[in-house]
């Protein structure tokens, strides 16, 4: 399938390491136009150099588009202040075009439990899970409107679903952000600017790493088996490849998915139940 958005510019949110990395690869496959933003300046030099090598004949991260169209840019920048989302935007225009597709990603909070959950953590869930992301939509979202063509999809989590337990900063946070999201969708979708969500569940990143070594240390166990017990759970029986869930952001990004909006689709490999 064409998916139709070679030459398009995507900004993709946290994408030195993790989810955000394997979408920003997916898209590259594409012919998207890729920022690159992270904190890890040198990181995210990599990855623009992996990118052009595997899809490009631009000059690295110049904005100087080679012959297919492709080309990819590092931008250190943190996405949890107002001055790294302006920067991060600005440069993205600069360097590769007006941005037509937006990954929202972003570092997930510290597990913890709801009892005993301090004010201030739930502030912070705010802080960190809405604020930052509704500021790159407001920064973006009127150009894509004004072109009457965009995509904004947020990386989130399975437990905007069905909440996970010793997540509950996650959990809050998240599920504000699926709520502004799909509100937002109805208000865009005569723009022809679609807004999804892509719920991960047991992908193998660093991330879940950490994941599981916090239940380990917890629960007085190994790494090892936690990771068989929670495979348990998973009808396929694995954790998913983050090249999978790239795959399935591509997709949601693509001009085939126009009449896809307001959804969060899960990415999980069955792991939850309900439809």
């Known amino acids: 399938m064409d998916l139709g958005i070679a030459g398009k510019t995507a900004l993709v949110a946290a994408s030195t390491g993790g989810l955000g990395l394997a979408v920003a690869r997916a898209l590259a496959a594409e012919g998207v136009r890729v920022?690159?933003?992270?904190?890890r300046r040198d990181r995210a030099k990599e990855i623009v150099a992996e990118l052009q090598a595997a899809y490009g004949t631009g000059v690295l991260g110049s904005g100087s588009l080679g012959t297919s169209g492709f080309d990819a840019v590092a931008i250190e920048a943190d996405l949890g202040t107002p001055e790294g989302i302006e920067s991060a935007v600005e440069q993205t225009v600069a360097n590769l075009g007006p941005i037509d597709i937006l990954v929202l990603n972003g570092p997930g909070p510290k597990p913890g439990a709801a009892a005993t959950l301090t004010s201030d953590e739930m502030a912070a869930a705010f802080d960190l899970l809405v604020k930052p992301h509704h500021s790159l939509v407001s920064h973006v979202l009127p150009g894509m409107r004004e072109r009457r063509w965009g995509r904004i999809l947020a990386i989130g989590s399975s437990g905007v679903t069905a909440p996970l337990p010793n997540l509950a900063v996650s959990n809050t946070g998240r599920a504000a952000l699926a709520g502004y999201l799909k509100t937002l969708a109805a208000e865009v979708a005569l723009d022809d600017v679609t807004v999804n969500l892509l719920l991960p569940g047991r992908i193998a990143t660093d991330r879940v790493t950490q994941l599981d070594q916090a239940a380990a240390k917890r629960r007085g166990t190994t790494l090892e088996d936690i990771q068989l017990e929670s495979r348990k759970t998973i009808p396929a029986?694995?954790?998913?490849?983050?090249?999978e869930f790239g795959?399935?952001?591509?997709?949601?990004?693509?001009?085939?998915?126009?009449?896809?909006?307001g959804v969060a689709l899960r990415c999980d490999g069955g792991l939850i139940r309900s439809l």
């Open 35 to 39: 920022a690159v933003v992270g904190r």
């Open 237 to 243: 029986r694995r954790y998913g490849e983050p090249a």
């Open 247 to 261: 795959a399935a952001a591509a997709f949601l990004c693509s001009a085939p998915a126009s009449y896809i909006t």
